[in-house]
């Protein structure tokens, strides 16, 4: 696509590549919160979906690696709020300071 003088075509991969690696940062600085860990987590998925969908496009299997991409993207989402909501009742809060991954 074309518009004012702009081809969008090379400015997406670049995009993508950008999103990407401010959401790896996102994760790798975050050692706070859970709930900004699987932010960034989702955030990083949603950016390889639109990647794996761009790039195979050209090729017409889109449409079933995207059902097979969203369906695992979705169950690693409900175990990563399953997760944050144990800790939550466990220990009163989803600061990742307070607990002991050796415990569990």
């Known amino acids: 696509m074309f518009v004012y003088g702009f081809d969008f075509n090379y400015f997406f991969p670049f995009f993508l590549m950008l999103v990407f690696f401010s959401g790896l940062l996102v994760f790798c600085s975050s050692r706070k919160h859970l709930l900004l860990t699987l932010i960034s987590l989702e955030?990083?998925?949603l950016t390889l979906f639109l990647g794996f969908f761009y790039f195979?496009?050209?090729y017409g299997y889109?449409?079933?690696f995207g059902l097979v991409f969203l369906t695992f993207a979705v169950c690693e989402g409900a175990l990563g709020l399953g997760v944050l909501v144990s800790l939550i009742?466990?220990?009163?809060?989803?600061n990742l300071n307070s607990i002991s991954f050796i415990s569990w």
Not at 89 to 94: A, I, K, L, P, S
């Open 43 to 45: 955030f990083i998925t």
């Open 56 to 58: 195979l496009a050209g």
């Open 62 to 64: 889109e449409g079933y």
């Open 89 to 94: 009742r466990c220990h009163g809060n989803d």
